[in-house]
């Protein structure tokens, strides 16, 4: 997949409103895989929304969103799963781990799909992210910015065109933001892949090709 285009699209809930403004709701928006794009976005204004959207965990908007020129609402179940597997990567705001299973396992779920990172790959990424002692415990035993690097590293196992961050970094001290973005960007780069970020604050250290304010 080379574009997403974001045609006038609208959240449903904010359908009426006659004070919604930015640089994406009832604008067309290009996002070309290649270039990593911000978006900054005050608490309720719909950042994470755009995010169910653009993975098509959710159809309750205005406008329409194509892929590569195609509406996604035409898109079967099965090209969805396709798609998420292979085209779309998403590092939700609230993780969504398994609490009762272990972090490494919590990452095996995604790889054994998709057979994209080899064991020792994944060691190394849960070592650069000062995780290595954590590999064996469960997720539910730690903290949340422990728990946002686990879920980037599965977000990282797979095959994708774009990567979706949703507050990547919001619980996480400098060094160990550094290291996530670090890794981030080197797999990013070696597919050639677009990126998105959203932030309410503090934001990934990047160099953004593109900016859109919510």
């Not at 309750?60 to 079967?76: A, H, K, M």
């Amino acid at each position: 997949m080379k574009e997403i285009v974001l045609d006038r699209i609208l959240p449903c809930v904010f359908a009426g409103r006659e004070d919604i403004s930015g640089d994406i709701w009832h604008q067309k928006v290009v996002l070309e895989r290649g270039r990593v794009f911000l978006v900054e976005a005050a608490s309720g204004t719909g950042k994470s929304s755009l995010c169910g959207f653009l993975m098509g965990y959710r159809r309750d908007y205005e406008g329409s969103i194509l892929y590569d020129g195609r509406d996604v609402r035409t898109f079967r179940t099965d090209e969805w799963v396709e798609m998420r597997r292979s085209h779309l990567s998403l590092l939700f705001q609230e993780l969504r781990l398994f609490p009762e299973l272990t972090a490494m396992e919590n990452v095996e779920i995604k790889n054994q799909l998709t057979h994209h990172k080899t064991k020792q790959r994944i060691r190394e990424w849960f070592d650069a992210l000062g995780l290595a002692d954590k590999m064996d415990a469960r997720v539910g035993q730690m903290s949340f910015g422990q728990q946002q690097r686990v879920a980037m590293i599965r977000a990282l196992v797979q095959p994708f065109d774009f990567l979706m961050a949703d507050e990547p970094v919001s619980h996480l001290d400098e060094r160990n933001a550094d290291a996530m973005r670090d890794i981030m960007m080197e797999e990013v780069r070696r597919q050639g892949a677009g990126v998105v970020i959203t932030s309410i604050g503090r934001r990934m250290d990047l160099c953004y090709d593109q900016t859109f304010c919510l």
